[in-house]
């Protein structure tokens, strides 16, 4: 990292608050940027204090050092503990996965070989010494940056323009260092009288190792925990994991039990204020990205003052750059830390199964990636599940009732618009044709509207008629002719509050210009401001409701299709009646969540019974509204299981569309947390949905028994024939994905260039 002399010139007085590794390290990189800047760093501590024991960073962070400051990345290598395995203890066995490279130092030995290189630099050191005011700072500096960590004092003297969001989590956990060297990075639960906990371990130097303990605060509070001096909690903690220890003793450094708290903010800067590291952003340990994230931060802060022509334009540029990056990588640290958080639901899973799910608990390890870095340890977890040899877990079949799928990828319901009269036409037997020839096991019509009122456009279908009834017949008629041992499943739904719309393309959610429809709902609530105000239902028209329902499965039974779903998501009519906030009830329809759940599993029973018993019947759910006061991942458990105990076969599990404000939290199989959780609090099956779009997550998905079927929309439109891409990309030829006789010849990729050109050998000069 080089800078020119044009932009040398600005941020020449630059503060820095917080002397940890992130503040540390920009300073360094400003400094050796420009030598005739005047950096200063502010720490409260002394410079021989410390938090923690062990840093773990990982090779692209080291790289990343390595080339802006190779004294510093050279003196940080002749210091790394360096290991590739990754060791799980669950109920006294150990499963090892390796190659997985680690690099990790004491923090107090980083913290001395950045404050040699600040020195050497010229950068000025306060230690003990509380920095001024951030509005004294930013009036005499020209850069002010604030690493001051979670606890921010910057960042809370601004708070009404960072708008910072911190959100506190379920477990207590505490650091803690053992006086030997770990022989691999080391989870380890155990389970006491009071409930789970678990360890974290890893070796920072060849006699000294990080230990964490960590457990759910109900268990802290019953094991006592809340009443322990520190001396009493190290020896309790020792005692629990004396296997681990080797019955050697635990140390402290300040040690405190703690919860670890999500730190997010709308705003890194402010003026010539900048948040850096944990005072910007904070992700869970169980990942070991704080240090990495803060290192990262001043990296790229440091190269966008060096390539931006004004410290505003660089600041800007820094939090573009580096904004993607900490929402990815705290997108992955919720999931794991979540993931802990519910570790009591996984202790069933059969041994190796359970490590691989906590190996791919974050879904940035996956089965693919696993498989490269341990062939025989991933080899062995597909064992266990019951792959075929040579056999993806993807193309394993999955039997719900009397219907066996050859593989457990489903075409998800996908609303096409493009129907008259409710009457599916040719596209829709090209649409879904093209899908079930393209090798899904389970191919989902669109929601078929069970009446006109109930359609959400007039390009819906519908089941409510003889003539519909027909026109589905054709098409599962093609696809059990041309597509066999691909299975076809309907969708049935009514739009309630959310229906005589415009067609999505011209306008979605937009009532209609003309020709509307009135609307019914569980309340008179509309959807959106400028929607229509849905009529409040009578049990009447309940009752009668109910009979469409059952009218179009026994259409949708003769019609052919193989398996129904019960669409109760999305905040269509069912959907409706199951949120609290959007059902208003006073009757026995509201209130409460069994009096939410009344209608729902009414139409549910009165489906199963016309629907033919060999045949399955699924339900998708809205397993969170995404917004305050509405259904919680607690009432999704409690919801799936009452359609489980009415006879559903799987539950479908996918999330918000239910009020208009909500907030959800996109990202990738960002709704699988919640179908993982449905499926091991219930034990009933369950569809995953939402942004899962590689073969490499189904895997990952299906072998660490988050799901059982996963549901792929918006990659089926991409690619119609997306299932037999995936088995030719793995090399997969087998009954799981077999290839229609007539696409036989393009089960192999066409090449796309010359393969034959001559190596060069020689360079030549001009």
Partial sequence: MTASPETTGRARRIAVVGGGPGGLYAAALLKRLDPAREVTVWERNAPDDTFGFGVVLSDETLGGIEHADPVVYEALRRQFVRWDDIDIVHRGVRHTSSGHGFAALGRRRLLDVLHTRCRDLGVELRFRSEAPHPDRLAAGHDLVIAADGVHSATREAYTNVFRPHVASHRCRYIWLAADFAFDAFRFETAETEHGVVQLHGYPYAPDASTVIVEMREEVWRAAGFADLDPQASLERC??????????????????????????????????????????????????????????????????????????????????????PVVASTQRAARASLEWFENLGLYLDQPPLRFAFNLLTRSRRVTHDNLRLRDARFTGAVEREFGCPPGTPPMFTPFR??????????????????????????????????????????????????????????????????????????????????????????????????????????????????????????????PYKPFSQIPRELTRAQLTDIREQFAAAAGRAARAGFDLLELHCAHGYLLSGFLSPLTNRRTDAYGGSPEGRLRFPLEVFDAVREVWPQEKPMTVRISATDWAEGGTTAADAVDIARAFAAHGADAIDVSTGQVVADERPEFGRSYQTPYADRIRHATGVPVIAVGAISSWDDVNSLILAGRADLCALARPHLYDPHWTLHAAAEQGYDGPGAAWPAPYRAGSRRPRTGRTDAPKPRLTLGG
């Fill in 238 to 323: 020792a005692k629990i994991f004396a296997d681990a220890l080797g019955g050697r003793p635990l140390r402290s450094n300040k040690s405190a039990w703690t919860t670890f708290r999500t730190v997010v903010n709308e705003r890194w800067s402010h003026g010539n204020v900048v948040l850096l590291g944990d005072a910007a952003h904070t992700a869970h340990f169980s990942i070991g990205s704080g240090t990495k994230l803060a290192v990262e931060d001043a990296l790229a802060l440091a190269a966008c003052l060096a390539e931006q022509p004004s410290t505003e334009q660089a600041l800007a540029a820094y939090e573009e750059e580096r904004r």
């Fill in 400 to 525: 719900l009732r009397g219907l066996t799928l050859r593989n457990r990828v489903v075409v998800s319901p996908m609303d096409m618009y493009s129907a008259t009269d409710g009457v599916p036409g040719d596209f829709h037997l090209v649409h879904l044709g093209a899908r079930a020839l393209g090798g899904a096991g389970l191919v989902m019509t669109e929601m078929v509207c069970v009446s006109p009122e109930g359609r959400i456009t007039p390009g819906c279908t519908g089941l409510y008629t003889g003539r519909q009834g027909e026109a589905w017949r054709r098409i599962t008629d093609f696809v059990h002719r041309q597509a066999p041992g691909t299975a076809i499943g309907v969708q049935l739904g009514h739009s309630g509050r959310k229906g005589s719309t415009r067609l999505m393309w011209e306008g979605m959610d937009e009532p209609l210009p003309e020709g509307n429809w009135p609307l019914v709902a569980a309340s008179p609530l």
